[in-house]
Nanobody, 125 residues
Framework: VQLVESGGGSVQAGGSLRLSCAAS????????MGWFRQAPGKEREGVAAVPYDGSPTYYANSVRGRFTPSRDIGKSVFYLQMHGLRPEDTAMYYCAAQRSQYCGNGWKHADEYRDWGQGTQVTVS
């Protein structure tokens, strides 16, 4: 099982980025996928999640209306489109996979996820 994130970078406030997470080694389409972030000195925070069938999507209140998770099942890629970026969005962003189809109310808890990528840095100034 391998998850590889890409798409991070440095942007000015108000800018946009799209993060990608490429999955391999298992049946990606069968599982809930989530995005997390962790800033220096802070706990890992659940940002968004999408169940195996793409609906419903889950968002942290801090990113609702600005970030959109999605998945391309045919390509085994999971995305996080980010608009209206703010300095407080600066963090290392990780994708993660549960071993269940549905995300449920525990979607923002890191211990619900079994597999993790190495992270991609997002810096907003």
């Amino acid at each position: 099982v391998q998850l590889v994130e890409s798409g991070g970078g440095s942007v000015q406030a108000g800018g946009s980025l799209r993060l990608s997470c490429a999955a391999s080694g298992y049946t990606y389409s069968s599982y809930c996928m989530g995005w997390f972030r962790q800033a220096p000195g802070k706990e890992r925070e659940g940002v968004a999640a999408v169940p195996y069938d793409g609906s419903p999507t889950y968002y942290a209140n801090s990113v609702r209306g600005r970030f959109t998770p999605s998945r391309d099942i045919g390509k085994s890629v999971f995305y996080l489109q980010m608009h209206g970026l703010r300095p407080e969005d600066t963090a290392m962003y990780y994708c993660a996979a549960q071993r269940s189809q549905y995300c449920g109310n525990g979607w923002k808890h890191a211990d619900e996820y079994r597999d993790w990528g190495q992270g991609t840095q997002v810096t907003v100034s």
